[in-house]
């Protein structure tokens, strides 16, 4: 394809690094150590996701959001009173979230260097709390790649509206790139730019929908690895 240069607005956690398969680890550890007598792991799993949509509400994303929902449901499953020692317990799954090394999905570095020599414009543009995020973007070194860094509350429509307003973008060479098509994919797609949808198989079950068709004039790839990006941009 080698268009001329493109703006690309590119997701992070999942898309540039591992992110929710330590959210799945630590979930895991949570429904063992839970022991439901009378649910099943499966459906105590269906019961925190339905915790964690209220709690996103509340308070946002990050694992200070989880560490709510963990505790929330808890308190709600639990036969037993949740002590300040099972409290702290229960904290520290979240915390274990936060402190993991940062893992590079394979292809990142190269790919990004690839599409600065091409001279496309890139911004990463993540969701979640803000000083989490940040944190994220200097451990992952990849900071330099970017001509700026959007830390969004949430992905949607208006706010990939305000993006191309705010930066001056036109959206016929504005392209998101990410793995999810909750908060990637369908939403970019409904504010009039064009979208690479890159599947990961830990993509957090509640940013999981079905990927929409493009509206007329605008295009949708799916590529099955960041390193593609290469064949196209």
Known sequence: MNPAPQTLLIDADDTLWENNVYFEQAIAEFIERLNHQHLSPEEVRQFLNGVERETIMERGYGSHSFAHSLVKCFERLSESPVTPALHEFIWGFAHKVSTYPLE??????ETLAYLNQRQHHVIMMTKGDFTEQQ???????????????????????????????????????TWM?????????????????????????????????????????????????????????
């Open 104 to 109: 590079l999905i394979s292809g990142v570095p």
């Open 135 to 173: 944190a994220k973007v200097e451990r992952s070194g990849l900071k330099r790649y970017f001509a700026a860094v959007e830390i969004v509350a949430e992905k949607n429509a208006p706010t990939y509206r305000e993006i191309v307003s705010k930066y001056e973008l036109a959206p016929e060479s």
């Open 177 to 233: 790139i990410g793995n999810s098509p909750r908060s990637d994919i369908n939403p970019a797609l409904a504010a009039g730019i064009n979208a690479v949808f890159v599947p990961h198989d830990m993509t957090w079950v509640l940013e999981h929908e079905t990927v929409d068709e493009p509206p007329a004039g605008v295009k949708l790839l799916r590529v099955e690895r960041f390193g593609e990006l290469r064949k196209w941009f």
